[in-house]
């Protein structure tokens, strides 16, 4: 005959299931947070590695310096074309050879086709709009026929002044995605890296100069 249990005898109580704490409204709001922060993240670097316009993937580009300075000449040369090139009907490599003549009176266009990576029927060309324009004139050399001596006349060194400063102007108030600071520093190292040329003998030519090709 099985023992009875004694009516008082304590019976232990089935185990109670945990109850899963509802998340409190902090730990919702940082869950939030993270999770904002990360496709924020993510979004900034898909930005980062994307081309300005067009959203195409550009991470295989993202460090070649040619590819980098190719970008962002369109934006330069936007600029330029905006708020002086076509106003004054110059093409950015004219613009530059105006600036140089009138920082370097008495050049020669051989000196100015080396300087800017150009051959010298296309400095002819462009000297020959200068010409034209009153904008420069041409000394022939006293003991040498053959040689030319350029110089800006008064309208052609108020106009270059008068330019260099819009353009100048413009790109400090326009590239906002640079600072001041920035933009000078940036100057300064693509500068450091033109000099470069001098390094790479044999590796310039009128295919690799200053400017458009087109009118």
């Known amino acids: 005959m099985p ?39 993510t979004s900034k670097r ?10 195409l993937n550009e991470e295989d580009l993202q460090w070649l310096l040619g590819y980098q300075l190719a970008q962002a000449s369109i934006v330069t040369i936007s600029n330029y074309q905006e708020v002086v090139g076509i106003p004054h009907s110059l093409r950015t490599v004219e613009y530059t050879m105006l600036a140089l003549i009138r920082g370097n009176p008495g050049v020669s266009p051989a000196q100015l086709a080396k300087a800017l990576g150009l051959s010298a029927p296309y400095i002819t060309t462009g000297l020959d709009k200068l010409s034209r324009r009153g904008l420069v004139v041409r000394e022939v050399n006293e003991s040498d026929g053959r040689r030319q001596h350029l110089h800006t006349t008064e309208q052609g060194e108020s106009l270059a002044v008068e330019m260099t400063q819009k ?5 400090r108030s326009r590239f906002k995605t640079l600072t001041p600071a920035e933009q000078a520093m940036l100057a300064e190292l693509l500068h450091k890296l033109a000099r470069a040329r001098a390094l790479m003998s044999g590796q310039t030519g009128p295919s690799s100069g200053i400017g458009p090709t087109k009118a």
């Open 3 to 41: 023992a009875q249990k004694h009516p008082n005898s304590a019976v232990s109580p089935p185990p109670r299931k945990q109850s899963k704490r509802p998340a409190s409204q902090g730990e919702v709001t940082r869950g939030t947070l993270d999770h904002e922060a990360t496709a924020r993240s």
């Open 46 to 55: 898909r930005q980062e590695v994307s081309t300005p316009e067009g959203r």
């Open 167 to 171: 353009v100048i102007e413009s790109e």
